[in-house]
C-alpha cells in the first residue's frame, strides 16, 4: 500500500510555483499554512496513539514508590530493571508463556494447514453438498462465541478436559470458519487448469494441493498465520472459561489471575511488566510482518 | 483413473476436518444451548425443564440484565459512530502524499493489534486521577473527572479507550480510498467541483461498502465488549459498566446459572442478528456496489 496523492483535499505546494501577483502570493501562503495545519493534527495524533505505549514501557520500569510520588517522575531514575526479574516471582508466569505459546503454535501452523486443506476442498473439489456446506461455514463464521459456550464446558467437563489445554486445541483441528473463508476465496482466484494438467499427470489431490495451490498461495497463507497468532496470543473468554489452576493459564488469563489477587495494588509496576511482555511478541510480529496485516485487512475488509 | 463415484466423494475427505468439529463443537452445542435456555440447568444435577420462564424472568425480574443491555447500547451508540467518523478522519488525514506515511499510519493501527488483557491493564493507569489521560486534559484546562471510580465517568472513559482501537476500521477505510478510481476525481474537477463537493459527491458514495462494512462489524463487536468492562472496571461502579456478555459470564460461570444464562446468550444472540438483518436490509438503500448486477 503506497502513500498516493489524491486530489480531494489538501493543494500541494507544486501547483502554486506559477504566479507572482500578490494574490497568489496570498494564495501560496495559505497553502502553506493549511499544509502545516495538516501536519500538526497528523503528528500530534500519531503521538497521541503511540504515547501510551511509552507509558507502559515507563510504568513497568518504575519502582512502586514511585507510583505514589507527586509528581510522578517523567522517567523513573534508577530504571526500575529488577521488575523485569521479579515478575516472574508473582506466579507461575513461565507456565502461562509456555500455554499461550503451546496453543498459538498449534493454531498457527496446524490450524492454518487444515484450514487451507478445507478451503481447497472447498474451492477446488466438485462433490455433493459443496455450495450448502460452504453456507453453513459462512454462518458459523457470523456466530458468536456465546451461544455456543455453555454446551461447549459442559461437554469438555463431560471429557474430562476443564483445565487443561485440550478445549483450546482440538476444535483448532477442524480449521476456522474465517480463515477457511479467506483462504477459498483466495483459491479461487487461481486458474483450475493448473489442478487439471496436474490430474492429467497423474497427481493425486493432495499433491495438486501441496505441490501447486499452497506454494502459490503463499502471501494468503501467511497473512492467515499472522492473524491467527494475533487472535490465539490474545484470547480471552474462551481460556477464561476453561482453564482454572494457576499453572495451567495462558498468559492473558494468568494476567487476569494476577489482578484478581489480594496484592493488587502493590504490585501495578509488575503488572505493567507482565504487560509489555505479553504485548511484545505481537509487536514484534506486526513490525516483521506488517504488509500481512496491511493485506489481509484489505483482503478482507474488501474482497469479502 | 479411479471410479466417477470415488471421485464424487472423495472431496468430502478435504473437508472432513470442518465437518466433524463443526457437528461436534458448534452444531452440538448450538441446539443444546437452545434446550438448555429452557431448562433451570446449574452445572450440577439434571436440567429440569422450566418452559418460558427463564425468558419471563430476563425481562422481568432482572434488573441487572436490563440495565446490561442499556449500558450496551449506550457503549454502541456513542462507540460506533464514533470510532467511524474518527477513523474515516485518520484514513483521509493518511491518504495524502505525506513524508513518513507508514510510520503514522503504524502508530494509529498498533493499537488495535494489541487489545487485550495487556492494553485493558494499561488504560487503568491511563485512567487514574492523576494518569496521562487526565493530564493530557490539564494541558487544555480541563479538571479531569476520577474516571473508574464515578458511575457516570466510567463507561466514557471504555468509550475513550475504545477509540484508541480505531486501526482496524481506519485500514478497511485506506484501503477503499485508495481504489477509488482516479478519473472521478478528475472529472469532478472538470465540472468545477471543489474539495468538499468531491468529499461528498465522490469520496463518500465510493466508500459506502466499507463504510457499510465496518458499521457492521462495529456493531455486533460493541453487543460483545467483554475484556475491558471485566478487566479495567469490572461491570462497576455501580453496574454503570455491566456489559451483558459480562452479565452473561457472571450469571453462568460464577453463578453457575446455566439454564439462565442460556436464555441470556439466546437473547444477546438474536439481539446482533436482528442489527444484522436490519442493517443489511436498509443498506440496498445506501451501499453503491460497481458492478452490482455481477455479484
Given amino acids: 500500500m503506497t502513500a498516493r496523492t489524491v486530489d480531494s483535499g ?106 487451507a486443506l478445507v478451503a481447497f476442498g472447498f474451492a477446488r473439489l466438485r462433490f455433493p453438498g459443496n455450495r450448502a456446506l460452504f453456507l453453513l461455514v459462512i454462518s458459523t463464521m457470523m456466530l458468536p462465541q456465546h451461544v455456543t459456550i455453555i454446551p461447549q464446558v459442559i461437554l469438555f467437563r463431560e471429557l474430562n478436559w476443564l483445565d487443561t489445554l485440550l478445549p483450546l486445541i482440538v476444535p483448532l483441528l477442524g480449521g476456522a470458519p474465517f480463515y477457511i473463508f479467506l483462504l477459498r476465496q483466495f483459491f479461487l482466484t487461481l486458474p483450475l487448469e493448473l489442478d487439471e494438467a496436474a490430474a492429467i499427470d497423474g497427481a493425486s489431490r493432495m499433491r495438486v494441493f ?37 499453572e495451567r ?17 502493590q504490585r501495578l509496576h509488575l503488572q505493567m511488566a507482565i504487560a509489555l511482555i505479553a504485548v511484545a511478541p505481537v509487536v514484534i510480529l506486526f513490525f516483521l510482518a506488517q504488509k500481512h496485516f496491511i493485506r489481509g485487512i484489505a483482503l478482507t475488509g474488501i474482497k469479502g | ?36 435456555s429452557f431448562t433451570n440447568y446449574r452445572f ?16 422481568t425480574d432482572d434488573a441487572k440484565f436490563i440495565r446490561s443491555i442499556i449500558n450496551t447500547l449506550y457503549y454502541t451508540a456513542v462507540h460506533v459512530p464514533g470510532i467511524m467518523v474518527m477513523a474515516f478522519f485518520v484514513a483521509i488525514l493518511l491518504n495524502q502524499k505525506v513524508k513518513g506515511q507508514p510510520i503514522y499510519r503504524t502508530a494509529f493501527y498498533l493499537p488495535s493489534v494489541t487489545a487485550g488483557v495487556a492494553t485493558a491493564y494499561l488504560w487503568i493507569l491511563l485512567l487514574q486521577p492523576n494518569g496521562l489521560v487526565n493530564q493530557f486534559l490539564g494541558l487544555v484546562g480541563i479538571d479531569g473527572p476520577n474516571w473508574l471510580t464515578s458511575s457516570t465517568w466510567a463507561m466514557p472513559a471504555l468509550i475513550l479507550m475504545s477509540f484508541w482501537g480505531l486501526g482496524t476500521t481506519m485500514i478497511i477505510y485506506l484501503a477503499a480510498l485508495q481504489g477509488i478510481p482516479q478519473h472521478l476525481y478528475e472529472a469532478a474537477s472538470v465540472d468545477g467541483a471543489g474539495v468538499i463537493r468531491k468529499m461528498w459527491h465522490v469520496t ?22 467483554f475484556t475491558q468492562a471485566l478487566i479495567v472496571t469490572n461491570g462497576g461502579p455501580r453496574d454503570s459498566t455491566l456489559f451483558i456478555l459480562l452479565h452473561l459470564y457472571r450469571t453462568g460461570f460464577e453463578y453457575f446459572q446455566m439454564g439462565y444464562a442460556s436464555a441470556i446468550a439466546w437473547v444477546l444472540f438474536v439481539i446482533i442478528l436482528v442489527f444484522t438483518v436490519l442493517q443489511f436490509g436498509i443498506a440496498r438503500r445506501w451501499v453503491y456496489y460497481e458492478g452490482a448486477s455481477e455479484r
Fill in chain 1, 10 to 115: 489538501l493543494p500541494s505546494a507544486a501547483l502554486a510555483s506559477g504566479g507572482r501577483t500578490i494574490r497568489s502570493r496570498r494564495v501560496q501562503a495559505l497553502q502553506l499554512l493549511l499544509r502545516a495545519v495538516y501536519y500538526l493534527i497528523l503528528i500530534g495524533g500519531s503521538v497521541m496513539y503511540a504515547i501510551p505505549f511509552f507509558w507502559m514501557i515507563r510504568a513497568s520500569l518504575m519502582s512502586i514508590d514511585m507510583f505514589y510520588e507527586v509528581p510522578q517522575p517523567l522517567f523513573p531514575d534508577p530504571p526500575a530493571w529488577n521488575n523485569y526479574t521479579d515478575v516472574w516471582q508473582v506466579g507461575p508466569v513461565l507456565w502461562w508463556i509456555t500455554n499461550s505459546t503451546i496453543v498459538s503454535f498449534i493454531g498457527v501452523t496446524v490450524g492454518t494447514f487444515i484450514s
Fill in chain 1, 210 to 246: 501441496w505441490t501447486i495451490v499452497m506454494p502459490l498461495s503463499k502471501p494468503a497463507i501467511a497473512t492467515v498465520a499472522v492473524f491467527s497468532f494475533i487472535s490465539h496470543w490474545n484470547d480471552f473468554f474462551f481460556p477464561l472459561i476453561v482453564l482454572q489452576s494457576s
Fill in chain 1, 249 to 265: 493459564l495462558t498468559l492473558a488469563v494468568g494476567m487476569r489471575w494476577l489482578q484478581a489477587g489480594q496484592y493488587e495494588a
Fill in chain 2, 1 to 36: 483413473m479411479r471410479t466417477t463415484r470415488w471421485q464424487r466423494w472423495s472431496g468430502l475427505l478435504f473437508i472432513a476436518p470442518w465437518l466433524i468439529t463443526f457437528l461436534w463443537f458448534t452444531l452440538g452445542p448450538f441446539v443444546a444451548s437452545i434446550f438448555l
Fill in chain 2, 44 to 59: 450440577i444435577g439434571l436440567p429440569e425443564w422450566v418452559g418460558a420462564d427463564n425468558y419471563v424472568r430476563l425481562f
Fill in chain 2, 204 to 225: 463518500v458514495p465510493m466508500m459506502t461498502p466499507a463504510i457499510f462494512l465496518t458499521a457492521v462489524l462495529q456493531i455486533i463487536g460493541s453487543w460483545q465488549v
